[in-house]
Structure formats: structure tokens, C-alpha cells
């Protein structure tokens, strides 16, 4: 819990800042503050539908206790407890596809989900498929090369599905349990960029059918609900089976994390509550939702 605490105390005081200054004590609820609470808790990027549903109910006389106990049930609500993500798979190797914008950090979540991977005795292979940056390839090389782990990189400016496919070759021939591709940022809005994803995504499955078994787009934090918007377009695209979020331990907009899984129903998988190789954390909603509401002292 610790680590959640300290990743979300810039939303969790956001949230208790909004909740104070709004009705002190925040013990009651008057009909009269509506849009005050609406603005100030859709400001601390909680969903906007969730929050008028949740100023619905307290209007009607249908929650009651404290404004911290109604948040975290209308949370535990939005986000049900899912089992966390197994390092098993069924296909081998496994291909985990990662896609998302510019800066959102996707080469250095693939290099600490190759470490957890290894951590769980698979053999992880990463796949340097960023070939537009000149240093796309040689800071996932960094990163392999710290971590002991085998890495496929290219020439930038080198098509990035033929270094797919020739990974994946590769990772078949040398027994690899699990292929992380990083790909190259794109802007959601370019039409141009998203299709050359989907050629990637085909040229993975050309070399392994079936693959991506998984596409997980990596969503920074700091960007609070214009992150949602990206996943909402990646979505529309390659289908994503997961999220991971990144920077959350510098955000004060974690809220936003709620509408991920709950307005667009893809799975947070995991999220980064610091800078090291081993701060990227299975996502667990109960934790999150206690940390995000409550601080040390169990108050909002």
C-alpha cells in the first residue's frame, strides 16, 4: 500500500483539497453545492459520468457516511477487483505489442516488463521497432544490456514491421518465452501513423499467426483525461488488451485512471510508481481507490 500512497498523493490531494474546501468536514451533502462538487472532482480528472452518477445518488439521499466512504465506494463500484495479470501463456513465444504516443514512456515500460518477465524465469526478447528516433534503438539496447536480456534493433529509418517479423524469427529460433515490441510513438490524430501500426500488427501476425497475443498501450499520467482520449483512438485501431500507466508516482491527475477501465473497458495492467527497473506495479484496484481516496490517517 505504501507505494500507492506515495504514487497518488498529488491526486489524493487534489481530491481532499476539492472535498475541503468545498463543505468541511465533507459529512453532508447539500443540494445547493452540486456543481461546486461536480467541477471541482471532474477537475481532479475523475470521470465526468461518474461523478454526476455519484452527485445523483448523493442529491437523492441514497449514499450515506462521510464523502471520502461514498468516493471509495463509488470507485470500488466503477473498478471491481479483476485478477492481476499471469505471466503464462499459452502460445510461444508470447507477443506483447506496445504502442502509445510520443513521450509517454513505452521503450522504458517494454525494458521493466522484460525484468519482471525474467523475474518470473521466462526468457523475454525485446524488439527495438522504434526506427524513426535515432535513439529509439540504442536506449532499448541500454536497456537490454542492463537488464542481460536479448535485443533485435535496426537502423533508424529501417521499416519497423519487416523488424517486427525479423524478431519474432528470431525469437522462435532461440527459444524466447515472451517478445516485447517497442513500437515507435505516433499521434493518435495521424491517420497515416495509425495505419502504419496496423501493418506492423500484421506483419507480426504474417511471422506468427495469432500474434500480437497482446497490445498494451502505455498512457502517461501527467496527461490525465487527454490520456483517455488516446486510448479511445489506439482503441478504435489495434484493439487494446491493456493498459499500462506510466508516471503516476508524478501525476496529480490519477483520477483519470478510472476511466480507462471503466468508460473504455480496457484493463489496466499495470502502472509505474517510480523510476526504477522493479516500480512498475500489478495494478490492483482495491489498493489504488484506497490510496487515491484516503491518506495515512484513513481520512480524505
Do not use: Y
Not at 45 to 63: F, H, N, Q, T, Y
Not at 104 to 128: D, E, F, I, V
Not at 207 to 228: F, K, S, Y
Amino acid at each position: 500500500m505504501s507505494n500507492w500512497l506515495q504514487a497518488l498523493a498529488r491526486t489524493r490531494e487534489r481530491i481532499r483539497n476539492a472535498v475541503a474546501s468545498i463543505l468541511p468536514g465533507a459529512q453532508k451533502f447539500e443540494a445547493a453545492t452540486r456543481a461546486e462538487w461536480e467541477k471541482a472532482l471532474i477537475e481532479a480528472d475523475l470521470p465526468p459520468r461518474l461523478v454526476v452518477e455519484w452527485i445523483a445518488a448523493l442529491k437523492s439521499g441514497g449514499e450515506h457516511g462521510s464523502a471520502a466512504d461514498q468516493i471509495e465506494r463509488a470507485l470500488i463500484t466503477a473498478m471491481p477487483p479483476r485478477a492481476p495479470f499471469v505471466w503464462s501463456f499459452a502460445a510461444k513465444p508470447a507477443v506483447l505489442l506496445i504502442v502509445g504516443v510520443n513521450g509517454s514512456g513505452k521503450t522504458t515500460t517494454a525494458a521493466k516488463l522484460a525484468a519482471m518477465a525474467r523475474q518470473q524465469g521466462l526468457k523475454p526478447l525485446l524488439a527495438a521497432a522504434d526506427t524513426f528516433r535515432a535513439a529509439g534503438s540504442q536506449q532499448l539496447r541500454i536497456w537490454a544490456d542492463r537488464l542481460g536480456v536479448d535485443v533485435v534493433t535496426g537502423l533508424q529509418g529501417a521499416d519497423a514491421a519487416s523488424l517486427a517479423f525479423d524478431a519474432i524469427t528470431a525469437a522462435r529460433a532461440r527459444g524466447v518465452d515472451v517478445v516485447i515490441v517497442d513500437t515507435a510513438g505516433r499521434m493518435h490524430t495521424k491517420t497515416n501513423l495509425m495505419e502504419e501500426l496496423q501493418k506492423v500488427r500484421r506483419s507480426i501476425d504474417k511471422a506468427l499467426p495469432g500474434a500480437p497475443h497482446e497490445t498494451w498501450i502505455v498512457l502517461d499520467a501527467t496527461l490525465g483525461h487527454n490520456a483517455v482520449n488516446q486510448a479511445r483512438a489506439f482503441q478504435k485501431m489495434v484493439s487494446l488488451s491493456g493498459a499500462v500507466i506510466a508516471k503516476l508516482d508524478g501525476s496529480s491527475k490519477g483520477g483519470f485512471v478510472v476511466a480507462v477501465e471503466k468508460e473504455l473497458g480496457i484493463p489496466v495492467r499495470f502502472c509505474g510508481l517510480g523510476e526504477g527497473a522493479d516500480d512498475l506495479a500489478p495494478f490492483d484496484s482495491a489498493a489504488f481507490t484506497k490510496a487515491l481516496v484516503h491518506g495515512d490517517d484513513g481520512q480524505t
